[in-house]
Nanobody
Framework: QVQLVESGGGLVQTGDSLKLSCVASGRSFSSYNMAWFRQAPGKEREFVAASNWWGGSRYYADSVEGRFIMSRDNAENTVYLQMNSLKPDDTAVYYC??????????????????WGQGTQVTVSS
């Protein structure tokens, strides 16, 4: 199996930036497609960004396109989410996810193999 641990969340103001990290352990990290999801209070878990295992393709939700950047470092078994120009609507628990299958905006969260515990991001007005 794969274990995922997120970090980097916090309380920021509108317009600020944060960089989230997700460190993976277990099987070969390079074999997995990786993604970020988020879940706001009272809302369904929603797709944010994804990267295939070789890093050749990236996908972003329309709500974060142009503001968030996902990257991965297979040598360090780590994926990142650089979040810029944060808005109050970005407030949520952010989850790292890993799957042997491709992850994209239409991928049901229930089909994804592994999840981290989440890190809280709060953006004040």
């Amino acid at each position: 199996q794969v274990q995922l641990v997120e970090s980097g969340g916090g309380l920021v103001q509108t317009g600020d930036s944060l960089k989230l990290s997700c460190v993976a352990s277990g099987r070969s990290f390079s074999s997995y497609n990786m993604a970020w999801f988020r879940q706001a209070p009272g809302k369904e878990r929603e797709f944010v960004a994804a990267s295939n295992w070789w890093g050749g393709s990236r996908y972003y939700a329309d709500s974060v396109e142009g503001r968030f950047i996902m990257s991965r470092d297979n040598a360090e078994n780590t994926v990142y989410l650089q979040m810029n120009s944060l808005k109050p609507d970005d407030t949520a628990v952010y989850y790292c996810a890993a799957s042997m299958r491709t992850i994209a905006s239409r991928t049901p969260p229930g089909t994804i193999d592994y999840w981290g515990q989440g890190t809280q991001v709060t953006v004040s007005s």
